[in-house]
Each structure stands twice: as C-alpha cells, then as structure tokens.
Antibody, heavy 118, light 111 residues
Framework: EVQLVESGGGLVQPGGSLRLSCAAS????????MNWVRQAPGKGLEWVSY????????YYADSVRGRFTISRDNAKNSLYLQMNSLRAEDTAVYYC???????????WGQGTLVTVSS | QSVLTQPPSVSGAPGQRVTISCTGS?????????VHWYQQFPGTAPKLLIY???NRPSGVPDRFSGSKSGTSASLAITGLQAEDEADYYC???????????FGGGTKLTVL
C-alpha cells in the first residue's frame, strides 16, 4: 500500500524557516517524480514544487521561487521542502504527492499544517 | 483567479445527475494536456478521481465520469448519493506558465 506521511509543520514567525519532510513507503520511491501542493485555509489547491525521480530536474511556482528548496533522498525514501523567508501568505496545509499518468497527482499524503504568524 | 475556471458550487438531489465544468485556454486544456479530477472531503487530503481526462482509478465507482472537448473538461456524477458531497478540483498543465494548475474548486451539495 502506498503511504506518504508529511511532517515538520508548525507555527513559525514571519521571516522564519521550516523544513518539511515526506516519508514514502509501499512503492519504489526512486522511480517516481514528486510534487508539493499546498492549500491555504478555506482556499483551493496550489501547486508549489516538482522534482524528478533522480532529483536532477526541479521546478517552482513563482510564489515560492528563491525562498523554497525541494530535494529528495532516494536512499531514505524521503522528500523534503526547505522553506525560508516565510510569509503570512505561506500559511497552508502542505501535501506531498506522487506524479502519475499524464502528470496527475495520484497519491497524496495527509498533509502538514504550516502557520506563519507573529 | 485560477487559470482553470470552475463553478463555485453545484447541487443536486439524490439520484440525479450533476456536471462540473472546468474551463481553460489554448495554453493548457486546449493545448492537449490531460485533465484530472480530485475529490476532497473536509479536513482530508484530495483523492484522485479521474485521470487522463476520462479514466477512473481502481475503486472509483463508474457513477463518476470525465470528458474533455476543446478548451474545457467536465466531470459528471450520476445517481448522486449523499456521500458524494465534497469539493471537486480539476487540474492540468499550462505551457505558457510552465506549471501545473488547478481549478478553484467546486463544492457539491446533495440536497
């Protein structure tokens, strides 16, 4: 069974940093492209970042480029999102998701809440 | 404003058929990129409902179907059930923005 478990969320002050993790199991993690998607309270879904299976190709949404860094450790079956210079508008539940057929997001974690507030 | 446009809400009585539209442009749906649909219940993660415009993952009832034409796509739900009450999102890829895009979401209410 595919499992994705996010962790690392919490309350952080504006300008602060957090590192999110996504632990994968039940599939060959090193073969899968991965994404981070976020959802602000009461709002819709927003794609944040993409990383290829090897980690050699990375993309970011304009809203986070230069502040967030996606990475992965295939030996540890883990995906990461380093978030720096956090802003109030980064407050959201952050989900990791696998990339499936036609670039759909076929498996999702349960999400981790990041709250940026003073 | 979302790149993909969905109605904020739709409703229907049990047993009825409802459709949710997803309107894009020539740089996403109209460019031939696949449309995918997700179902999300309050407080839970989204779940893939339809992929590749019209394909259902294993376990998704055949009451759910998807279609795509031109710059738009639609999700149809037949035989509406109370348990279908949820938020629904469409998703595709946009070549001009070079990123994955979601619709704003549609809240389905079963009357």
């Amino acid at each position: 069974e595919v499992q994705l478990v996010e962790s690392g969320g919490g309350l952080v002050q504006p300008g602060g940093s957090l590192r999110l993790s996504c632990a994968a199991s039940g599939f060959t993690f090193s073969s899968y492209e991965m994404n981070w998607v976020r959802q602000a309270p009461g709002k819709g879904l927003e794609w944040v970042s993409y990383i290829s299976s090897s980690g050699s190709t990375i993309y970011y949404a304009d809203s986070v480029r230069g502040r967030f860094t996606i990475s992965r450790d295939n030996a540890k079956n883990s995906l990461y999102l380093q978030m720096n210079s956090l802003r109030a508008e980064d407050t959201a539940v952050y989900y990791c998701a696998t990339v499936g057929f036609g670039d759909c997001f076929d498996y999702w974690g349960q999400g981790t809440l990041v709250t940026v507030s003073s | 404003q979302s790149v993909l446009t969905q109605p904020p809400s739709v409703s229907g009585a049990p047993g009825q058929r409802v459709t949710i539209s997803c309107t894009g442009s020539s740089s996403n749906i109209g460019a031939g990129y696949d449309v995918h649909w997700y179902q999300q219940f309050p407080g839970t993660a989204p779940k893939l409902l339809i992929y590749g415009n019209s394909n259902r993952p294993s376990g998704v009832p055949d009451r759910f179907s998807g279609s795509k034409s031109g710059t738009s796509a639609s999700l149809a739900i037949t035989g509406l059930q109370a348990e279908d009450e949820a938020d629904y999102y469409c998703q595709s890829y946009d070549s001009s923005l070079s990123l994955w895009v979601f619709g704003g979401g549609t809240k389905l209410t079963v009357l």
